[in-house]
């Protein structure tokens, strides 16, 4: 008998499943509750295409969608049992894991270039350094507010350097708009809104200081629910390989429900890599601890911490789903 790579894959896939089924059997629930967001395009194609709901039809499983305005919120749903599938940043995940909110990150979704330090035109701010002293809009406990935090660094600098304005996202953007902040640390769809309606300047990028966006679940969950995990994840990879097919469908998709243009939906998706399937989990390993040691030097996470055996504990790849 000739085992051919596909056979071979699907072999594992098969025996991965199975492990999966040795599970204490519990009943399955009658709704799952997943989440979207603006910044996860693929979400929108689940949900556009009701993906899910043909997935589970069958089970009598219904799918509930609730709206994720950034990582803080959908960390906020998931400790608090309102969403069973939450998408946020890695590193975002891993600092709501050492908080205490009993969450595993069990797949990717994009490995995004989805965050940048902004400023206008007009308040003389080129480089981190020209923070000091100054006002910046960011939303704590996201991607955003960790790569301020990494730029400050870079400078010599510390959240103590700069006035922080608690905002979301979209508030952050407004803020800066009007003149109310010197700078925003923004988020895509919003801040490529910024850069191309409103001329803002995106002053300080950093690609590799940008984690990948992971899918999260609590850890009840996937205790309790492991094929339905499984089974979600092969949802997600059906829906990033119709998006790398039909990228012109995609930005429609985007264009649609966040009521942008063209233009800012297609400044978006240039810098969102969809080409990682939800098995390369593992490889976010190394830029999420890179991200919670520096936030360790930075103060923002205790040095009592231990962020390697975090991040261990954090990525979960039993659910992982193999490309056809």
Do not use: C
């Not at 301020?148 to 996202?169: F, I, M, N, P, Y």
């Not at 429900?257 to 399937?277: F, G, M, Y």
């Amino acid at each position: 008998m000739v085992l051919t790579r596909r056979s071979l894959a699907g072999l594992a896939a098969g025996i991965a499943l199975s492990t999966l089924t040795l599970a204490p059997a519990i009943a399955a629930p009658s709704e799952i509750r997943v989440d979207w967001a603006t910044y996860n395009p693929l979400s929108l194609v689940l949900k556009e295409k009701k993906l899910l709901e043909k997935e589970f039809e069958s089970d009598k499983i219904a799918v509930r969608w609730v709206f994720s305005a950034g990582s803080n919120k959908a960390l906020e749903f998931l400790n608090a049992g309102s969403i069973d599938i939450g998408s946020t940043a890695g590193a975002a995940a891993l600092i709501a894991r050492l908080n205490g909110n009993p969450i595993k990150a069990v797949g990717v979704f994009s490995r995004p270039e989805w965050t940048a330090l902004v400023t206008r035109v007009d308040s003389g701010v080129t480089k981190p350094a020209d923070l000091k002293g100054k006002t910046v809009a960011v939303t704590r406990g996201t991607d955003p507010h960790i790569f301020l935090v990494r730029a400050l660094d870079s400078a010599g600098l510390t959240e103590r350097d700069v006035k922080l304005v608690l905002l979301q996202h979209a508030d952050g953007k407004t803020a800066l708009l009007r003149k109310d902040v010197d700078a925003w640390a923004g988020l895509d769809p919003i801040m490529a809104q910024a850069e191309v309606e409103e001329g803002a300047k995106l002053f300080f990028r950093k690609a590799e200081d940008n984690t990948w966006g992971v899918l999260n679940t609590r850890e009840e969950f996937a205790q309790q629910n492991p094929q339905i995990v499984a089974r979600v994840l092969k949802v997600y990879e059906e829906a990033r390989q119709w998006a790398l097919k039909n990228p012109d469908e995609l930005k429609k998709l985007l264009v649609a429900e966040t009521k942008l243009p063209d233009a800012v939906i297609a400044k978006q998706l240039e810098r969102t890599d969809l080409t990682n399937n939800s098995t390369s989990i593992a490889s976010t390993k190394d830029p999420i601890l890179a991200a919670g040691l520096a936030l360790q030097k930075a103060g923002v996470i205790e040095a009592k911490e231990d962020v390697k055996g975090g991040v261990e504990s954090l990525i979960d790849t039993r659910f992982a789903v193999s490309p056809k």
